[in-house]
């Protein structure tokens, strides 16, 4: 939710052609913190009961997509969910390596009114987040994500977090 890459993917989205791009507000959608909102995830990566306010977006007219990465795939999925529960059409979801529980995505995918769920995992950057994870799996994944982000702190980051530096990648 706060990553060095949200400028620059803000950039390529408005070059690309998409028009009226807004970034979330990090006070609220998220915890403030990697860590708070990691161990978010390792207890609510289904949907949740708390509505999501989307209200200034209207539920008819343009063009509705939304775009997550990590923990901020939930945000976006839990997001998708209440639009669409409203009658709002959801153009395009696309969660990047989402920590979010298969049951949930399969209702996801289900909505008529998401037209499109897409899902992109970073295997080849070693990451063991995938949609559709387990808690078990997510557990399983603490170890080597904590050295991962470890890692990244000292330099380029790597696995998991590789797309959040502020570099031609990212």
């Known amino acids: 939710m706060s990553g060095a890459y949200i400028n620059d993917m803000t950039k390529a989205l408005k070059e690309a052609g998409i028009k009226n791009v807004r970034v979330a507000d990090v006070n609220k959608w998220s915890n403030g913190d990697v860590i708070r909102d990691g161990i978010d995830v390792l207890f609510d990566n289904s949907r949740d009961r708390e509505q999501s306010d989307l209200s200034s977006f209207g539920t008819q007219g343009e063009q509705f997509n939304l775009i997550g990465y990590s923990y901020g795939g939930l945000q976006a ?33 289900n909505n008529k009114n998401i037209k499109s769920v897409r899902i992109i995992n970073l295997p080849e950057q070693d990451d063991l987040i995938r949609a559709g994870d387990t808690d078990l799996d997510v557990v399983t994944a603490l170890p080597k994500l904590v050295w991962q982000k470890t890692k990244g702190l ?5 696995g998991h977090f590789y797309y959040s530096d502020a570099t031609k990648d990212g």
């Open 77 to 109: 999925a839990q997001a998708a969910a209440d639009y669409a529960d409203k009658a709002g059409i959801v153009d395009n979801l696309v969660l990047m390596a989402t920590p979010i529980e298969k049951g949930f995505l399969a209702k996801l995918r």
């Open 154 to 158: 000292m330099g380029p980051e790597v």
